[in-house]
């Protein structure tokens, strides 16, 4: 691989490490997929200022054409996903995907467009239903309401408590949630509602299976990424090599148990991915 700057930080998991020598060997058989709030981008207080690392453009045009694909697997609409990631338009991510809503959207860097399928209705009645039923439950106060097309986040990050304001909504929006056939996905601070029947795990299964990969990389950082860690472990049992990392944070230290490879924050997954693309390159 000739002299690095940088080395690659060892996985602490013996799955971890073939994962990291498979994808090494053969990268243009590989995948790497990776959340975006909380793994390219830093969590911030309004997600609506979230924005990608000054980084992570620069890695990923670095790396993305050395390796078979790289998707962006994001709760996010997918078009959101692009503006706040800067993904548009730059040279090397020609082939970028970015699958938002969980997989219910997807962009092509290539095409530029985005595919999604109609609204949930049950979207459209939470939407209306949801600032009187805070309010009717006494949980306004320090919560708020994000639109995000195709699903609605209640956010507990500005409550006084945010733990317990969170523990406290769990069951009640589950229920709502439930009466109109939608589900809720908890995250750090915040509950969203949304359609079932996707999460990151299926859509990271359907595009290993869509691009035939033979090794994969997945990086997260919240409780959403836990399917996507499950997928990742399921076709290593079926034979796939697969490293999973995480972008770590005390807050969910459910994802870190099980990750091969903990990195403190996006900016160290932005200097573990640009490593990863000199190390290709060399």
Request: with cysteine.
């Amino acid at each position: 691989m000739g002299s690095q700057p940088h080395e690659l930080p060892t996985p602490v998991t013996a799955a971890g490490r073939e994962g990291l020598d498979a994808l090494l060997r053969a990268p243009r058989r590989s995948v790497v997929a990776l959340d975006f709030d909380g793994t390219l981008a830093d969590i911030v207080p309004d997600p609506d200022q979230a924005r990608a690392h000054p980084g992570a453009v620069p890695a990923l045009a670095a790396l993305a054409p050395e390796v078979a694909s790289v998707a962006v697997i994001t709760g996010r609409p997918a078009g959101v996903a692009v503006r706040y990631g800067g993904f548009a338009g730059v040279p090397g991510l020609e082939h970028l995907v970015v699958l938002g809503h969980y997989g219910a959207e997807r962009w092509d860097a290539v095409t530029g467009t985005v595919h999604a399928p109609a609204e949930h209705p049950g979207v459209a009645a939470v939407r209306a239903e949801l600032p009187g039923f805070l309010e009717s439950i006494g949980a306004w106060r320090g919560t708020w309401i994000e639109e995000k097309g195709r699903a609605l986040a209640v956010h507990t990050r500005r409550a006084a408590d945010p733990e317990a304001a969170f523990a406290a909504l769990r069951e009640p929006l589950a229920e709502l949630a439930a009466r109109h056939g939608l589900m809720v996905e908890p995250g750090r601070a915040v509950l969203e509602l949304r359609p079932p029947g996707t999460d990151k795990g299926v859509a990271l299964t359907e595009f290993l299976a869509e691009t035939g990969a033979e090794a994969v990389l997945y990086a997260g950082d919240d409780l959403g990424d836990l399917a996507a860690f499950a997928a990742v472990e399921k076709r290593r049992t079926d034979g796939l090599p697969g490293l999973l990392v995480c972008s770590g944070s005390a807050e969910v230290p459910e994802l870190a148990s099980r990750a091969d490879l903990v990195l403190p924050g996006p900016a160290q997954v932005v200097a573990f991915l640009s490593t990863l693309a000199t190390s290709l390159t060399a």
